[in-house]
Every structure is written in C-alpha cells, then in structure tokens.
DNA sequence: CTTATGTTGACCGCTCCAGTAGACAAAAGA
DNA sequence: TCTTTTGTCTACTGGAGCGGTCAACATAAG
C-alpha cells in the first residue's frame, strides 16, 4: 500500500513551496528544496517538471529564479497529486472510480474482495481528496509556532540574494554512496 | 497505493477456501482455485505455499489432496495477509506502526506530511485489521444466497472424486498469450 | 560575458513483480 | 507394485519501474 518515493518527494516539495509562499516568499529554488528535505537533487528536479507540466508549480529561470505555485493552495488536493504521480489510489483497479478495470474474478457483484477493497479505498480517498495544500499549510505553521521551531525558508527574499552556502547540497550527493 | 497482484491472489484464495469450507467442503483442489478466480496456476502455487509457511493454509497431498485452512477464519485479518504478502499497509514507512523507519525530513514532529499520511494509513487498518476472512465470507455467501446465484465449490467431497474436466485450465494458460 | 539557475533528454543499475518450467514426493486406487 | 493425481521444491526469466546520475543547453541577472 506504499506510494512511491516520487510522489513522496512530489508532496513533500508541495508543502515546502506552500509553506514558503505562505511565509511571504514567491519563489523558492531547487536547492533550497532538496537540502530542507535531503531529497536527491536531480530526481527532484524531474518530479518537479512533472508537476510543471500537470500545472500545480511554474518556475522562473535564470540567476535568481526557482519555483512557485501555479494555483492555489486550496485548490490542490492530495488525492489528485498522488493519481498523476502515481495512478489510482485503489488497491486493486476494479474499484478503481478514476481509471476502473474489469479483474478476473467471474461475478463483481459478489465478490467478497471487491467489497471490502471498496471500502478500503473509499476512506483513502475520503481523506486525500478532501484535505488541501492550504489545510496542511495551514496546520503545519500553527503547530511550528505553537513550539517555537525555527521556521524554514525564513528571510523572504533577501535570503536569495546572499551568496548561497550551497557546498550541503553537492555532498550529500556523493555521501550517500556506499562501499560496495 | 496498489496492493500486488501477489497479495490480491493471496486474498482470492483465501476467501474461495473459506466459502468451501463454509460450503461444506473441507478441502479444495489448486485447480479448482485458479479455474474459479482464472489465476495462472503454477503462481497461485507459489503463493498457497507462503501462506502455508505463515499458518494460515495446510494441505493434504496425493490423490484427494488439497488445501486447507489451517486456523479459524474469524482469526484471519487482511490487514495480516497484506503485510505478510506485500509489506507494511502504511504509505510511507515513517507511519508505519508494525515497520516503522525514520524518513529524510529534518523534523518529524512538524512533518505535513507525515500527519496527513497518519490520518491515511489509520484509516486503512481500521478496516483491514478490523475485518476478518469470516465476515467476508459471510456477507459473500449471502448476498449470493440473495441473489440466486450458484454456488461456487457445490457437491462436497463428491466432486472431488468425479473424473475432473481440467482441459479448462490448462487452455486458460495458453490463451492468455498475445500476438507480439 | 560570466555566472547561477532551470530544461531537456539520455542513460543506467538494480530490484522486484509476475509468471514459467521441470523434476520430485506423497498418497490413493487398480 | 504401478499408475495417476495431487502437492512440493528449486531454478529461472522477461520486463517494468524505481531511484537515481550525467552532460549539454537555454535563459536571465549583474
């Protein structure tokens, strides 16, 4: 029942970008995403085209540039990121709303799996298709405020202009390999 | 958010060996299994032997052989045979209550995502560790019985000791090939 | 023109899924 | 005892997809 780490790192980017539009900053680069989350960088890179395709983030290039939200936060729902990531969000596809396919068992209407699947996949979809970027927003900020965490992406944009203490980045590419 | 064709298969089997049971029969041929629910065989094999090594099949070898449960179907949980089969129900391993690993995230306490996916992966247990082989089978039987339809697995153990049409099983398995 | 960023596309090693094949062991019946 | 019918065990495999890496390029700011 395992989503994959792309759309892992797809929701996780989501978030980020949320959380730092929501603290007052419009763009946030790729850098700055893989090192809060320690997401390999150019794996990163791609599921984020995939969501510039799908339309949830644009990007600027050039110096200065990076990504920011294509919509609004409480029009991105879970269940839809995770569908165009990672295809439907039912157990097995004959219970499937969003891409059904026909299963081999003989009689659908009694099949004891299927019903209990339904349900199964019902209470997913309950949950994802119902809750926003902006409500997980929303929730994580109180909470980092509430115990007085450092929040992240703090300074607006004046952080982007520093020099940009990026050494992290390129090594945590390479320590992560291991002796074979 | 699939559950493997192996798992789905698992589940299948068991469901089909409990309605036998239930039905009166108290053992059933793999063939007829993969016959019913139009399984390969020679997979569905693999898969009964999992399940056997776990407890919750036995099996009677040699002619009038067949499979068995091995414990009370009000002791199966699906939520156990997923997890057997295909691994924790939980969508990402940090939510994980049976398989727990710690995530990349620099603070799992403030973690969006992390609260969402709790939210899912607890919905998702309510039911399948909540139901049990023997409610599926009940609510199947019935709703067949509702119905009108035939029973699958009829006749007892005078079926088992007929001549056994099985031409139709091993056709089943050439005629899935496709023209490449 | 330099430098920092995003863009594109090719590539890749590996694991696992889904399934196949074949020889073998046990049990029942002739 | 021999045959037939069942389950058992072991090995293998094609293909897909996961989880990345790399190099070359386009774009924009200073």
Redesign the interface.
């Known amino acids: ?3 994959s780490k792309r759309g ?1 790192y797809a ?2 980017a989501l ?1 980020d970008i949320g ?1 730092a539009q929501e603290l007052g900053r419009e763009l946030v680069q790729i850098n700055e995403l893989a090192q ?4 390999p960088i150019k794996f990163l890179e791609q599921i984020l085209t995939q969501l510039k395709e799908a339309g949830y983030v644009d990007s600027k290039r050039g110096k200065l540039g990076g990504y920011f939200l294509a919509k609004p936060m409480k029009k991105i729902k ?1 269940g839809a990121v ?1 569908r165009l990531i ?8 004959c219970v499937s709303v969003t891409a059904y396919e026909r299963c ?4 659908e ?5 299927r ?2 699947m339904l ?2 996949r019902n ?2 979809a ?3 298709d119902r ?1 926003t970027l902006a409500d ?2 929303e ?2 900020l109180r ?2 405020r509430r ?1 007085k ?1 450092a929040l992240p992406f703090l300074g607006g944009i004046l952080r982007a202009q520093l020099p940009a203490p990026l050494e992290f980045v390129k090594q945590n590419a390479k320590s992560k390999r291991k002796t074979k």
């Open positions: 029942m395992k989503i892992e929701l996780r978030i959380i809060q989350e320690r997401l879970f995770i990672d295809g439907p969000l039912a157990p097995i596809s081999t068992c003989p009689d209407a009694h099949c004891g799996l019903m209990l349900d199964v209470s997913i309950a949950i994802l809750y997980t927003v929730v994580t909470k980092m115990d965490v």
